[in-house]
């Protein structure tokens, strides 16, 4: 199956205005209307009903989940990473992670980051195992090392009764509705 975004000449988490730009922007190099030779008009026709369909799965899929600003499509290692980081910097732990799981290919480096996110969403547990992971495939990384060490030393303070208080204090400050 040809990757729409691709046709379109994007990568694969361009949200739908940059899919639109693209759409509206290869629709003038190729409309048929502004070709008079008949076989470069076939062409272009057929390239048009190219676009057409790319443009409605493009669409279709990054519109799919306004909240995340992405599609399901799978992404290679460095696109998911890539944007991973991105939806960390915006405050949006969660979007990273289905980000990040929209990639088949796991090296040391996406469990690493998979860890990163996961200690953001406070799942200490779950972020340990992605950093011994990391640390599994690459066990001369120092930083791996380092985050499975710091997600075990938040997994115990979290156990302890000031770290549940904490969490609870801390969520009731986003929840303030939460009594």
Not at 91 to 118: D, H, I, M, T
Not at 139 to 147: A, F, M
Not at 163 to 169: E, H, I, N, S
């Amino acid at each position: 199956m040809i990757n729409p975004f691709e046709v379109l000449g994007l990568k694969t988490w361009a949200d739908a205005d940059e899919v639109r730009a693209a759409y509206r922007s290869l629709v003038k190099t190729c409309h048929p209307d502004m070709i008079q030779d008949p076989y470069l008009k076939a062409e272009a026709q057929q390239r048009m009903v190219q676009l057409n369909l790319a443009y409605e799965e493009a669409i279709r899929m990054a519109s799919s989940h306004p909240r995340a600003g992405a599609h399901s499509a799978e992404m290679t290692e460095e696109e998911a990473i890539l944007l991973a980081e991105r939806m960390l910097d915006r405050g949006n732990p969660e979007s990273a992670l289905r980000n990040l799981l929209r990639c088949r290919n796991r090296s040391g480096r996406w469990f690493f980051e998979q860890g990163k996110v996961l200690m953001e969403m406070e799942q200490y547990e779950s972020a340990h195992q992605s950093y011994r992971e990391a640390v599994r495939l690459e066990p001369e990384n120092n930083q791996y090392r380092s985050g499975a060490l710091d997600a075990a030393i938040a997994m115990r303070e979290s156990a302890t009764l000031s770290g549940k208080l904490k969490k609870v204090l801390k969520r009731k400050s986003k929840h303030p509705e939460i009594r």
